[in-house]
């Protein structure tokens, strides 16, 4: 954050002034750090309706503090390139700058948790009919084993089954 000797306790304000030549000019000042922005919401705005004007001149050299959040609003309603017309003091330039030579990475947008909860129930749902299924073709294959034997009666393992009877009643 850059300071400057006047009083940082300024709040932040926007005003549009004409000039001489009939021109627009936007002016800052006041403080313009995080903590000023979060108070007066409606700067923001003010910003981005007079930032479509590219013929505005812009005057900061009113601003007393400018922090690097405040810099990087103010450069994305410029839309990410300087104006043609300002005024500024070189102390804050220097985060201007700062935002011209890297890139703003996009933050990804946040799913709302009902749709959270909606995916959640769905694969619950979904795991569900699975295992049902499965179930299903275990109950299947076990009745077609059964239906096989009670036809083919010597084809049943008797002595596999008495042997694991018996294991069992030793392993006690």
Not at 65 to 90: F, N, R, T
Not at 110 to 139: G, H, T
Request: hydrophobic content about 45%; glycine content about 4%; overall charge negative.
């Amino acid at each position: 954050m850059i300071d400057t000797e006047s009083s940082p306790d300024l709040p932040p304000t926007l005003a549009v002034v004409m000039q001489d030549k009939g021109q627009q000019c936007a002016r800052l000042t006041g403080s313009w750090n995080l903590r000023s922005l979060a108070k007066a919401s409606d700067l923001q705005q003010k910003i981005s309706l007079n930032a479509v004007n590219k013929t505005m001149q812009w005057d900061m050299r009113s601003v007393d503090v400018l922090d690097s959040a405040a810099a990087l609003i103010i450069w994305q309603a410029w839309g990410e390139q300087m104006p043609a017309q300002l005024q500024i003091k070189p102390e804050h330039q220097r985060l201007f700058d700062r935002w011209q030579s890297q890139s703003v990475p996009v933050a990804e947008p946040v799913v709302p948790r009902f749709s959270l909860i909606f995916n959640y129930i769905q694969q619950l749902l979904l795991a569900f009919w699975a295992q049902l299924l499965d179930l299903m073709i275990l109950l299947g294959q076990l009745a077609l084993d059964l239906g096989y034997l009670l036809g083919h009666p010597r084809d049943v393992p008797k002595t596999e089954i008495s042997i694991t009877i018996y294991d069992c009643q030793h392993c006690n």
